[in-house]
Structures are given as structure tokens and as C-alpha cells.
């Protein structure tokens, strides 16, 4: 497949998980503020920007203005509305590859997006988040039961797997300082769903322990660290028979947590989640090189001598070359995978994810 089909189809599963999860996030914050009556607005509205990764502009104060601004804000590129839309421009992109119906899907949520936002502003936003949740379980389905389990799948659940393991990575963080008995643990299990699943497992009260090894060490749960970690892996050692450095990251990462004994699951949480995270980053990175680029992206600048600083040493034109040298923008090109037939161009640009850095920031064809 394309280097611009792949890159398109996975940044198709980090968008659409994206928007599953803020969801998920925003539907539990909202839910916590109204049912616990010590709560701090302010204080919760700050933990929900951590999460995010998005800084809100100085006008939202109120939980109200925050809520539209995370849920259907053109200005916030994180918001869920932004990401749906990404997720179906990409799917556009790429309709040789992406099923009728999940295209339907993604089309028909783009369509109805509006009429629900504006029902939620009169409503309330509860009815506005569940079905944004229903929409993504939808397209999770579809992909999963007309997607023919190639290239283009693997690409789809690779991006999905890294996107959750960054989102439950930043849940974790927003919490890591919290007292052991918290009620902030138990909305961190609700935000990914495990709230009866801790129940049927641990059989006792929350506690921050119990909930960190569920959400980093489980190898059954899906929405844990370590599963999409696993999966992930197992994307990528199909799509390329050679080990990567996004491979040898991500495996780095899973190993450290697979013999990490699960009492300690919590010790230096802290340091233990910024290495995951920092692992998470340097993997999308490696993965962009390794499949998304067939050659270096190169910036021509007027100048009037060569920089020795910008231009390589091997690259440096002779003292006679013309007044206009090419700058290197980007790495070189990673040896052709034999998973990903690239173009003779360098893929566009498929992610537009302007978060700021440590969620991704780049764009998936510049990166």
C-alpha cells in the first residue's frame, strides 16, 4: 500500500480513539463534579486540561465554557469535534482502502455533529458524549468486521493502540500526586470503562495501587497499558519482518512492565509514566520515518553563502554552487519496508495534531 494510504489509516485510529476517550474523560469529570459536592471546579477543570494535553484560552474560567471548548471548539485542534472531523478528512483520503461502511460511519457523524451540539447546548452535554462513545464503538465495530486483516488494519490498530496508551499514560499523571483513597482513582476508572471490571477483580475499595496495576500491568484488559503495548508490538513486527526502532521502543516499554512485580506497580509513578510517555512520542516518531516518508523533506532557502550549521558537512555545496542551497528539514529516509510500497514522493501530510509536544504534536507526513 501507498506510504500516504498508511499514514492516512492510522492517524484514522488515533483520531477516532482520541475522540472515544475525550469523550469517556469528559462525560466522568462533569459526572464527579456534580455527584461530589467537596469537589473544586477550578481544581478539576485544571486536571482535565492535563489530561488533554490542550491549554484552554484565559476567557474559559467557568466548567461550562471548558466543556464546550473540549467538545465541539473549531479553535481547540484536541477538542472532539476537531478530531472526528481529521478522522473522517483522512478517511476521504484514502476511500480505496476504508470500507463503505465505515466511511458511512464517519460521513454520517460529521453530518449529525452539528444537531447535536446544538442539542446539548439546550439539553445538557451528557447526551452529546454518549453519543460520541456510541459512534466510536460503531466504527470499531465496522472496522472490525468488514476490514480485511492486511496492511491497512494493522495500520488502523496500531494507531488506536499508541493513542490509548498515551491517553491512559496522561490520566494516570493528572492523578499521580493524589492521596492512595481518593475519589479521583475511582473517576480514572470510569473514564476507561474498568469501574466493574476493578469491582469483579480486586473485590475491595478503590485504592491507587490496585488501580495503577489494572490500568498498567493487566494483560487481558484491553484498555490497558500494557495489552495495547503488546498489540502494538505485534502491529509492527507483521508489517515489517526487521525490528524497527519503533518496534525496539515499544517493546523496551512493554518488557519494563512485564516484569514489573504488581505491588510495586505504583513506586515512582511519576518517573515511570514520563519514560512512558517519552516512549509512546519517540515511537511515532520512528514509525513516521519507517513508513510514512520515501525521502527527506528538503526547505529551499535564499542565502548567500552556505550554512555549515543548517546544511550538512557531505551535503555543503562547493564555494562556486548558486546563491540557493537546500536545507534538510527532516532525517534521511529509513531503508524501504517491504510491508509499505512508497510513491516516488515524499506521503502528505495525514496527522494534523497540533497538540502541544509530548502528545504528538506534529503532523504524521512532517514530522
Known amino acids: 500500500m501507498l506510504a500516504r494510504n498508511a499514514a492516512s489509516v492510522y492517524w484514522i485510529g488515533r483520531y477516532v480513539e482520541r475522540a472515544d476517550d475525550t469523550a469517556r474523560i469528559?462525560?466522568?469529570s462533569v459526572h464527579h463534579l456534580l455527584s461530589d459536592g467537596t469537589a473544586e471546579p477550578l481544581a478539576?477543570?485544571?486536571?482535565?486540561?492535563?489530561?488533554?494535553?490542550?491549554p484552554a484560552p484565559a476567557e474559559v474560567r467557568q466548567l461550562l465554557d471548558l466543556t464546550q471548548w473540549?467538545?465541539?471548539?473549531?479553535?481547540?485542534?484536541a477538542s472532539i469535534a476537531s478530531s472526528l472531523r481529521r478522522a473522517r478528512e483522512n478517511a476521504r483520503g484514502s476511500r480505496e482502502i476504508v470500507s463503505t461502511e465505515m466511511w458511512e460511519c464517519l460521513n454520517t457523524t460529521i453530518l449529525a455533529l452539528e444537531d447535536r451540539a446544538a442539542a446539548a447546548r439546550a439539553t445538557g452535554f451528557g447526551s452529546f458524549l454518549?453519543?460520541?462513545?456510541?459512534?466510536?464503538?460503531?466504527?470499531?465495530?465496522?472496522a472490525d468486521s468488514s476490514m480485511r486483516r492486511d496492511e491497512s488494519w494493522l495500520f488502523l490498530v496500531l494507531g488506536r493502540s499508541l493513542e490509548r496508551v498515551d491517553m491512559v499514560v496522561r490520566?494516570?499523571?493528572?492523578?499521580?500526586?493524589?492521596?492512595?483513597?481518593?475519589?479521583?482513582w475511582l473517576t480514572v476508572l470510569r473514564s476507561v470503562g474498568a469501574g466493574d471490571l476493578f469491582t469483579r477483580t480486586f473485590r475491595g475499595v478503590v485504592d491507587a495501587n490496585r488501580v495503577v496495576q489494572l490500568l498498567l500491568l493487566?494483560?487481558?484488559f484491553p484498555r490497558s497499558v500494557f495489552h495495547a503495548l503488546r498489540v502494538a508490538e505485534q502491529c509492527l513486527s507483521q508489517l515489517d519482518a526487521q525490528p524497527g526502532e519503533a518496534q525496539r521502543l515499544l517493546g523496551r516499554a512493554r518488557s519494563d512492565l512485564e516484569y514489573t512485580r504488581p505491588e510495586a506497580a505504583s513506586e515512582d509513578l511519576a518517573a515511570r509514566l514520563a519514560d512512558l510517555q517519552a516512549s509512546v512520542r519517540a515511537a511515532n516518531e520512528a514509525i513516521a520515518v519507517q513508513f510514512f516518508h520515501s525521502a527527506p523533506w528538503v526547505a529551499w532557502r535564499a542565502t548567500d553563502e552556505a550554512d555549515p550549521a543548517a546544511v550538512p558537512q557531505e551535503e555543503a555545496a562547493p564555494a562556486a554552487a548558486p546563491p540557493v542551497?537546500?536545507?534538510?528539514?527532516?532525517?534521511?529516509p529509513a531503508p524501504l519496508s517491504k510491508a509499505v510500497v512508497r510513491s516516488g514522493r515524499a506521503a502528505p501530510a495525514s496527522g494534523t495534531d497540533r497538540r502541544p509536544a509530548g502528545?504528538?504534536?506534529?503532523?504524521?507526513?512532517?514530522?
Open 26 to 28: 469528559l462525560d466522568t
Open 44 to 54: 478539576e477543570s485544571r486536571t482535565l486540561l492535563r489530561v488533554l494535553g490542550t
Open 70 to 77: 473540549v467538545a465541539w471548539s473549531d479553535e481547540n485542534p
Open 130 to 142: 454518549a453519543w460520541v462513545e456510541q459512534q466510536s464503538a460503531m466504527f470499531a465495530g465496522l
Open 171 to 184: 490520566l494516570l499523571m493528572a492523578r499521580a500526586q493524589d492521596p492512595p483513597s481518593s475519589l479521583g
Open 218 to 220: 493487566d494483560r487481558l
Open 325 to 332: 542551497q537546500p536545507v534538510l528539514a527532516a532525517p534521511g
Open 359 to 367: 502528545r504528538s504534536a506534529r503532523p504524521a507526513g512532517a514530522r
